[in-house]
């Protein structure tokens, strides 16, 4: 059974960091493309960020390019997402995605954690 895993979470000050982390298992590709999404209320669901297998390939969204940072081990299953200068706009809930292609269109994603809430405050 495929199942991913987020953590890091929290309520977090403007213009603060936090960092993010999504543990896959049970993928039946070692070569799987993750990613990560956003869904701020009443909002629909964004692309944020997203990488490929080797971790040498990176995509970002407009509204964090420059602010986050993903990343993740060679052929590893875990990926990250380093997020600093956090603006009110960036409150959440983050979903780490796995899938056949480093993209940001989410139905090429297979598999779906059920999310982590980043609530950025002053």
């Known amino acids: 059974q495929t199942q991913l895993v987020e953590s890091g979470g929290g309520l977090v000050q403007t213009g603060g960091s936090l960092r993010l982390s999504c543990e896959a298992s049970?993928?039946?590709?070692?070569?799987?493309?993750m990613g990560w999404f956003r869904q701020a209320p009443g909002k629909e669901r964004e692309f944020v960020a997203a990488?490929?297998?080797?971790?040498?390939?990176?995509y970002y969204g407009d509204a964090v390019r420059g602010r986050f940072t993903i990343s993740r081990p060679y052929a590893e299953n875990t990926v990250y997402l380093q997020m600093n200068i956090l603006k009110d706009e960036d409150t959440a809930v983050y979903y780490c995605?796995?899938?056949?292609?480093?993209?940001?269109?989410?139905?090429?994603?297979?598999?779906w954690g059920q999310g982590t809430q980043v609530t950025v405050s002053s």
């Open positions: 995605a796995a899938g056949r292609l480093t993209t940001p269109i989410q139905r090429f994603y297979d598999y």
């Open positions: 049970g993928l039946t590709s070692s070569r799987s493309a």
């Open positions: 990488i490929n297998w080797s971790g040498d390939n990176a």
